[in-house]
């Protein structure tokens, strides 16, 4: 796989089209667009995305800012690298999925509960706050 930056043996950049889950992966290890990666880092980046999509094969851009908040959440004192979510791509994209459908069953459940007046508006209260335990457990 080559880097979006490579340069051909002429010696002349060839311009290829953007690829926003490299650019994701590239932010990760804090290389900012439109700031160019040199060859080292851009080999890494490479390297992290092939592990990851033999995982994951369509992951997008949004997948792994999601599972790289993951890791810094569940390891704050150790640094995000594209080497080291690549390496537990399968713990923290995991973990991002399952709080996002938490997220949105919460989401159902309040609109739920602003929709039935008829409803026994406890009940569903305490769902609510069980799925908000299971959340931050």
């Keep these: 796989m080559e880097t979006p930056f490579a340069t051909p043996r002429n010696g002349n950049p060839k311009q290829r ?14 290389i900012h667009l439109p700031e160019k990666p040199s060859k080292t880092e851009a080999g890494r980046i490479v390297r992290a995305m092939s592990v ?5 094969p369509n992951v997008t851009p949004e997948e792994i800012q999601a599972a790289a908040e ?5 390891w704050p004192q150790i ?3 594209s080497t ?7 713990r923290f994209n995991s ?12 989401e159902g459940l309040k609109a739920q509960m602003m929709n039935s007046c008829g409803e026994d508006y406890a009940l569903l209260q305490r769902r609510l706050t069980a799925l908000e335990d299971q959340r931050e457990g």
């Design 95 to 106: 973990a991002a999925r399952a709080r996002r459908v938490k997220a949105a069953e919460m």
């Design 79 to 81: 640094d995000c690298t």
């Design 52 to 56: 990851i999509k033999e995982i994951s």
């Design 70 to 74: 993951e890791y810094r959440h569940h």
């Design 17 to 30: 089209p953007r690829n926003p889950a490299f650019d994701a992966l590239a932010e990760v290890d804090g």
């Design 84 to 90: 080291a979510l690549a390496s537990h791509w399968r």
